[in-house]
C-alpha cells in the first residue's frame, strides 16, 4: 500500500530554519514526480515545490523561492524540503505527494498519493 510519512515539522520563531522528510514507501519511487505542499487555516492548498526522482528540475512557488529548497534521495525514497529565513506567513499543515505516473511537468501534474501532514508553525 503507498504511504508517504512526513516529519521534522514544529515550531520556530521567524528567519528560523527547519527541514521536512517525506519517506515513501509502497510504490516506485524512481521516476516520478514528488512534491510539497501547505494548507494554512481559511486559505486554499498551496503547491510550494516538485521534483522529478528521475533528475528532472525543479519547481518552487514564488512564496517560496529563494527560501524553500527541495530535494530528494532515491537511495532512501525519501523527500526533503529545507525551509530557511521563515515567515509567519508559512505557518500551514505541510503535505508531501507523489505522482507516480511520470518524471516530467512535475509543476503540473495531479498527485494522487499524500501523507498525512506535519505542522509548521513560525512565531514572530
Known amino acids: 500500500q503507498e504511504q508517504l510519512v512526513e516529519s521534522g515539522g514544529g515550531s520556530v520563531q521567524a528567519g528560523g530554519s527547519l527541514r521536512l522528510s517525506c519517506a515513501a514507501s509502497g510504490f516506485t519511487y524512481s521516476g516520478v514526480c514528488m512534491g510539497w505542499f501547505r494548507r494554512a487555516p481559511g486559505k486554499e492548498r498551496e503547491r510550494l515545490a516538485t521534483?522529478?526522482?528521475?533528475?528532472?528540475?525543479?519547481y518552487y512557488a514564488d512564496s517560496v523561492k529563494g527560501r524553500f529548497t527541495i530535494s530528494q534521495d532515491n537511495a532512501k525514497s525519501t523527500l526533503y524540503l529545507q525551509m530557511n529565513s521563515l515567515k509567519p506567513e508559512d505557518t500551514a499543515m505541510y503535505y508531501c505527494?507523489?505522482?507516480?505516473?511520470?518524471?516530467?511537468?512535475?509543476?503540473?501534474?495531479?498527485?494522487?498519493?499524500w501523507g498525512q501532514g506535519t505542522q509548521v508553525t513560525v512565531s514572530s
Open positions: 505527494a507523489a505522482s507516480p505516473n511520470s518524471d516530467t511537468y512535475c509543476y503540473r501534474r495531479a498527485y494522487l498519493y
Open positions: 521534483i522529478s526522482t528521475g533528475g528532472g528540475t525543479s
